[in-house]
């Protein structure tokens, strides 16, 4: 017989959508969506590899930014949460930036990862997708987006608000180099995220199911006192009210990506190229 401690706690994954449990080893060869649907949040590894041609892409260093300049505290001080965040993710921050072919169209990819205090739009944040859209200029190749926050990060008070005009920036640049931006919609994408880049994007893509909006639903409800319609803020909700462009599936985001980019770069994309691990 095999004790309780001989099973690892991570064995199964109960799906949300469907409540049913899948053996955790089989959800890489899923790209971590549920048989019922659920597109699960992912990190910056699996979301580049699952994007670029092969999963082979060049890592992009983000660049460094003040640590603490609030010296801000709560219950902890802001510069524990930055070491447990940077622990738990293996990441600087929130931005990570590669680049790399799609279906041979060479791009830059730039992923939110929410699991890094929520995503949060802080000073790092910021300036990593601004190094991201000059690096994009400066190669004169088009920016994918891959959003996924909670908002801006209150430990940074105005100097996180600031990355909003300053992001916006960022992506008048790059219209004004004739470069495509495509935004990719992942959940949740919320607060002052959706207020600036999420939504500067010429196109946006959504994956199912993703949470997108300023104020979460429940902020809504309780401040307008009447419930939402089903699905209120969802990309399925937000497609038909023309917000969102496309919901699409995650195993057919790296194709319509491609089908995109090929139009808007002029160039013909690769379609050889065998799928991502």
């Known amino acids: 017989m095999f004790s ?19 053996f ?17 949040r992912i990190g910056p590894e699996l979301r580049m590899g699952y994007t670029f041609d092969d999963g082979k892409y060049d890592k992009i260093e983000t660049l460094a930014v003040a640590k603490d300049p609030l010296k801000f505290k709560d219950d ?25 072919e ?27 997708f601004i190094q991201a859209a000059e690096l994009a200029v400066h190669r004169g190749l088009p920016l994918v987006a891959f ?15 600031m990355q909003m005009p300053r992001t916006t920036i960022a992506v008048q640049e790059l219209r004004e180099a004739g470069l495509p931006y495509i935004v ?16 500067l994007g010429d196109i946006h893509l959504a994956e199912p199911g ?40 995650r195993q057919d985001m790296r194709e319509t990506l491609a089908n ?3 139009v808007l770069m002029k160039q013909n994309k690769n379609s050889s190229s065998s799928e991502a691990a």
């Open 4 to 22: 309780k401690k001989d099973s690892p706690d991570n064995l199964w994954i109960k799906c949300p959508k469907s409540g049913e449990m899948v």
């Open 24 to 40: 955790s080893a089989d959800l890489p060869g899923l790209m971590h969506v549920t048989p019922a649907g659920h597109h699960m």
């Open 76 to 100: 902890k001080k802001y510069t524990d949460r930055l070491k447990a965040a940077r622990s738990k993710t293996g990441q600087d921050d929130a931005m990570s930036i590669g680049i790399g």
């Open 102 to 128: 799609i279906h041979g169209i060479m791009s830059v990819v730039l992923v939110q990862n929410f699991a890094f205090m929520g995503g949060s739009l802080g000073m790092a944040a910021g300036e990593g």
């Open 147 to 161: 959003t996924a926050a909670g908002g801006a990060r209150m430990q940074e008070g105005a100097l996180s608000l």
């Open 184 to 199: 990719v919609l992942c959940d949740p994408t919320t607060g002052g995220v959706t207020a600036s880049y999420a939504m």
């Open 210 to 249: 993703a949470l997108i909006c300023f104020a979460g639903p429940r902020v809504i409800e309780d401040t307008i006192r009447e419930k939402l319609p089903e699905g209120f803020q969802r990309a399925e909700y937000l497609a038909e009210k023309g917000m969102v462009d496309k919901v699409v599936a």
């Open 260 to 262: 995109i980019l090929s």
